[in-house]
Each structure stands twice: as structure tokens, then as C-alpha cells.
């Protein structure tokens, strides 16, 4: 399990979630348009763009494991 914090708010995942799908097993929405449950991953529209403490640029939530 990994520990995380969106929108101030402490979560658990499983290691390997992407931070689209932690957010949304917690009840924390964030907007996308090309995630769909059970199709390949490919972060295309870009509208899932969350900040990550640490990372230089913007992250797409789909494709960033937590």
C-alpha cells in the first residue's frame, strides 16, 4: 500500500494504481475524457493533468502509477 495526498486529503493505494483510479476508489474526482476501465492506457488528452510534489511538469493522472 502506498500512502498519498490529493486535494489535502490523505489516501491508501495499491502500489501500481495510477492516481487517476486512487483518486476515484476515494471518492475524489478528476476529470478526463480518454480513460476508460480496461482499455489500453495511452494519456492523450491531457485533461487528467495533476501536480506532483516533486515532479518537474504536470503528470497525466491515467498514467502515473501512485
Not at 30 to 50: A, M, N
Amino acid at each position: 500500500m502506498v500512502n498519498l495526498t490529493i486535494n489535502n486529503k490523505q489516501i491508501t493505494a495499491t502500489e501500481g494504481t495510477t492516481i487517476l483510479e486512487a483518486a476515484k476508489h476515494n471518492g475524489i474526482i478528476i476529470p478526463s475524457l480518454c480513460y476508460l476501465e480496461g482499455v489500453h492506457k495511452f494519456g492523450s488528452c491531457r485533461i487528467c493533468s495533476v501536480e506532483v510534489v516533486g515532479a518537474k511538469t504536470l503528470m497525466v493522472a491515467c498514467m502515473t502509477e501512485v
